[in-house]
């Protein structure tokens, strides 16, 4: 049962995505600054080394890592020390790119459990968003797909926005989003918000 909600999700999901970037096309939009790399925390500064984590294994320095393997992935910075780090995903799929249009390809990076969607600027991918697509993987504070919103507010406390059914938190540059959806969470989503 919960893995046919997930597929419709990821379908809603990836059509918005799908959407936001055709919006941009044949538009004059501007290509989106570089990440801050002065955010870049301690052991990630250009190489596949672990970022420097707390006790929990989170990134000390991100709001809201997605750790796997040890390893945060964080939306708004370079992917490509991501497969170094996590390894090869199972599939990448790829389309030139429409709202950054002359900068590359648009990307997924398909892993068990979740997906990195990345943008292009400069011959670099850019992790634009990571979703959690089953309840193998959880968020850094231990929240997986299936769980009710008061796991949610356990972990992440009440200071979300929410808007039908999508209780987003927010930092200067990204945020963390969970879609209920018959009182679990249906959809877990990080993204950077500078694009």
């Known amino acids: 049962m919960m893995k046919g909600r997930v597929i419709t999700v990821k379908k809603l999901i990836l059509l918005t995505l799908l959407l936001i970037f055709a919006a941009a096309c044949g538009t004059d939009t501007q290509t989106p600054p570089p ?25 000390v320095s991100a709001p809201y890592p997605f750790v796997y393997k040890g390893y945060a992935i964080i939306a708004g910075r370079d992917a490509a020390p991501v497969a170094e780090a996590i390894g090869a ?16 390809m648009d990307k997924i990076f398909y892993y068990s459990g979740f997906e990195i969607y990345t943008w292009p600027r400069d011959g670099a991918d850019y992790i634009a ?67």
């Open 35 to 59: 990440p801050d790399v002065s955010e870049k925390p301690a052991g990630m500064a250009g190489d596949a080394a672990e970022p420097e984590t707390d006790a929990s294994g989170s990134d």
């Open 89 to 104: 995903p199972k599939d990448v799929f790829e389309a030139p790119s429409c709202a950054f249009e002359g900068q590359g």
């Open 129 to 195: 968003s990571v979703i959690l697509t089953d309840d193998s993987v959880s968020t850094g504070k231990g929240v997986r797909l299936g769980m009710s919103l008061g796991d949610v507010t356990d972990a992440y406390g009440g200071g979300y926005q929410s808007a039908s059914g999508l209780y987003t938190y927010k930092t200067e540059k990204s945020s963390l989003s969970f879609l209920i959806e018959d009182g679990e969470v249906a959809a877990i989503t990080y993204s950077y918000d500078n694009l």
